[in-house]
């Protein structure tokens, strides 16, 4: 069996709207200081505890979608159609109490299908790496983690990763290089 994982927060699911409105403060990435910069504890300058305290499920479950979410989905299901691959969701938790039953909330809502073949863990992502599957991801970190442990990661290009901006279609042409 291969797996094309797909990632949630920054690619489905709009985080980083949710996480500026909970923290009442502006998008960090129209300052392009912050271009590349992936956590936004560390850019606000707030301690992990203070950063995640009000993520609680009606948090989680209440985020809007990403504005090509749709589009992604579209992609990524065809292209796992065609290819043979099983599509499953692959995201971390954040901390604090109701993230996995806000973000399974979210998923039966906004993408049923994908809440069939959800999983939700605290650690890397690279232990589901092999040379069979796919892991798409927004974090530089968890693309070099799952390649270097074998598996082949595609990075959906968005503001606060090494591409530095939101780009749908640079996304598909690295999909398509493994057609
Ligand atoms: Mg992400």
């Given at each position: 069996?291969?797996?094309?994982?797909?990632?949630?927060?920054?690619?489905?699911?709009?985080?980083?709207?949710?996480?500026?409105?909970?923290?009442?403060?502006?998008?960090?990435?129209?300052?392009?200081?912050?271009?590349?910069?992936?956590?936004?504890d560390?850019?606000?300058?707030?301690?992990?505890?203070?950063?995640?305290?009000?993520?609680d499920?009606?948090?989680?479950?209440?985020?809007?979608?990403?504005?090509?979410?749709?589009?992604?989905?579209?992609?990524?299901?065809?292209?796992?159609?065609?290819?043979?691959?099983?599509?499953?969701?692959?995201?971390?938790?954040?901390?604090?109490?109701?993230?996995?039953?806000?973000?399974?909330?979210?998923?039966?809502?906004?993408?049923?299908?994908?809440?069939?073949?959800?999983?939700?863990?605290?650690?890397?992502?690279?232990?589901?790496?092999s040379?069979?599957?796919?892991?798409?991801?927004?974090?530089?970190?968890?693309?070099?983690?799952?390649?270097?442990?074998?598996?082949?990661?595609?990075?959906?290009?968005?503001?606060?990763?090494?591409?530095?901006?939101?780009?749908?279609?640079?996304?598909?042409?690295?999909?398509?290089?493994?057609?």
């Open positions: 069996m291969k797996f094309i994982f797909l990632d949630a927060d920054g690619i489905l699911v709009d985080a980083v709207k949710g996480f500026c409105k909970v923290h009442n403060k502006t998008n960090p990435y129209n300052d392009p200081d912050n271009l590349g910069k992936h956590n936004l560390e850019i606000w300058r707030m301690s992990k505890q203070d950063f995640w305290k009000p993520c499920q009606n948090f989680w479950e209440t985020l809007e979608p990403m504005s090509d979410s749709g589009l992604i989905y579209e992609a990524v299901s065809g292209f796992a159609y065609n290819n043979g691959y099983t599509m499953a969701v692959l995201t971390k938790s954040g901390l604090g109490q109701g993230c996995l039953q806000g973000k399974k909330n979210w998923f039966d809502r906004h993408f049923p299908k994908l809440s069939k073949n959800f999983w939700v863990g605290f650690g890397s992502k690279a232990v589901c790496a040379p069979n599957n796919i892991l798409i991801d927004d974090y530089d970190k968890n693309i070099a983690e799952f390649n270097t442990c074998g598996g082949t990661g595609i990075l959906v290009p968005r503001p606060w990763n090494a591409d530095k901006e939101h780009n749908f279609e640079k996304f598909i042409e690295r999909l398509t290089v493994y057609k």
